[in-house]
């Protein structure tokens, strides 16, 4: 098994992979720290959403380019797993970012149709 040196590190991928996990922590974790601060509401956990979304599309970006550079060295950079893994959890993270800007439409909707 070779050791990875310098010349076949892929850091795109681990950028993707880094991204991936920051996007999908993103909205679960201001959901978390929602919970337990009780100046903050709930709803104020909406800002996490363009956070995980912007972070999502990195993910997607660093895996795409990690993918690339794999093919351009054919095979000699690793990292295509690790690359994987970050496009999927950059999905996952768009996916969450997608969910709770539906989520804060309806509660909108169903509070301003309640209110009157």
Do not use: D
Request: glycine share 10%; with cysteine.
């Amino acid at each position: 098994m070779a050791v990875p040196t310098r010349s076949n590190r892929n850091a795109r991928a681990w950028a993707a992979l880094l991204a991936g996990l920051a996007a999908a922590a993103a909205l679960p974790a201001s959901i978390a720290i929602s919970q337990e601060l009780r100046t903050w509401k709930l709803l104020a956990a909406f800002f996490a959403i363009p956070v995980a979304a912007v972070l999502g599309f990195a993910a997607i970006a660093f895996a795409r380019g990690a993918r690339r550079t794999i093919e351009l060295t054919l095979g000699r950079a690793r990292g295509r797993g690790v690359a994987r893994l970050g496009r999927a959890l950059g999905l996952l993270g768009i996916y969450l970012a997608c969910t709770g800007v539906l989520t804060v439409a309806v509660y909108y909707g169903l509070s301003h149709f309640v209110q009157r």
